[in-house]
């Protein structure tokens, strides 16, 4: 039962894949802000459900300290994301998330006194630099494309931005837990979320917001929203079973699980080409599981 944190975070490697492959589809037809918001409100009846199984815990100032600051960064990683996808290629955007993993080898170390194993940090590296050569085909200038890109492609440099404060929203997080349970805390952060988020997503979705109902927007977002559903909670009971790095290096495999998506649904080519960022994924997460 020790690694037991490793199912629940394969489940939310699994669900985020899942959400976002139905969110990209969504997003070829739908305001991204809506989708985005439509996502999250989706996902609030089944916490508000989970909130109700669980005893209320008792809270203190570093549950609402960890929170509050948590929000605005998890808002601004939204808004950038959405703008990162939306202006760049995605083989120069989404190899940088790869660099979470990275980041919480420190941010987690500074916030909570967390420490890493020297295996455990290899099996993070390999998992981030796994990550970071899935898209190495796109790579038409070679491996170091996407950083020599910054300069031209503002979505390349929102995304190290976004990958950065998801490593400080992720530890955040953790502590809030700590000071709470997780079950409490996916669904109170959550229901916040969705609320400070919704002037953003009705202002730059103004202009569909009159036909929301009738021209499909929310039945779109109804299997992302299920999904995410089951990333937050797989996501939250996990890493309140394990150091902050291990568990979000293990849910990186998200990006491993949507190239197969990408290839099955989407009809990507270049699978093949893959291996080896997929080799090196498979072995951090080996490593990361040995090293517990």
């Not at 190495?136 to 890109?149: D, T």
């Amino acid at each position: 039962m020790e690694n037991v944190w490793v199912l629940f975070a394969l489940v939310a490697a699994f669900s985020l894949a899942t959400s976002d492959a139905f969110t990209k589809k969504a997003l070829a037809a739908y305001n991204e802000y809506l989708i985005a918001w439509l996502r999250l409100l989706m996902t609030l009846p089944g916490l508000c459900i989970a909130l109700l199984l669980v005893p209320l815990p008792a809270l203190d100032k570093e549950f609402f300290v960890a929170s509050l600051v948590a929000l605005p960064f998890e808002i601004t990683a939204m808004i950038l994301y959405i703008k990162a996808l939306k202006l760049s290629p995605l083989s120069l955007t989404l190899p940088f998330l790869s660099l979470t993993p990275i980041f919480l080898i420190i941010v987690p170390h500074v916030l909570l006194g967390e420490t890493v194993s020297m295996q455990g940090t290899m099996g993070v590296l390999l998992i981030a630099a796994g990550g970071y050569m899935l898209n190495l085909k796109e790579f038409k200038r070679g491996i170091f494309e996407p950083f020599l890109a910054i300069r031209r492609e503002k979505g390349s440099v929102y995304m190290i931005v976004v990958a950065l404060i998801f490593s400080i929203t992720s530890t955040l997080g953790k502590k809030a837990i700590i000071h709470s349970s997780p079950l409490f805390f996916a669904a109170s952060y959550y229901v916040a979320l969705a609320v400070f988020f919704a002037p953003v997503a009705l202002y730059k979705g103004r202009g569909d917001l009159k036909e929301l109902w009738k021209n499909g927007t929310v039945k779109a977002a109804l299997l992302p929203g299920f999904f995410h559903l089951l990333m937050i909670i797989s996501h939250m009971i996990a890493i309140s079973l394990t150091t902050v790095a291990y568990m979000i290096s293990v849910k990186r495999l998200s990006l491993l699980i949507g190239v197969l998506y990408g290839h099955l649904f989407f009809k990507e080519q270049g699978i093949r080409d893959r291996f080896a960022g997929s080799a090196l994924m498979l072995a951090g997460f080996a490593l990361i599981v040995l090293s517990r």
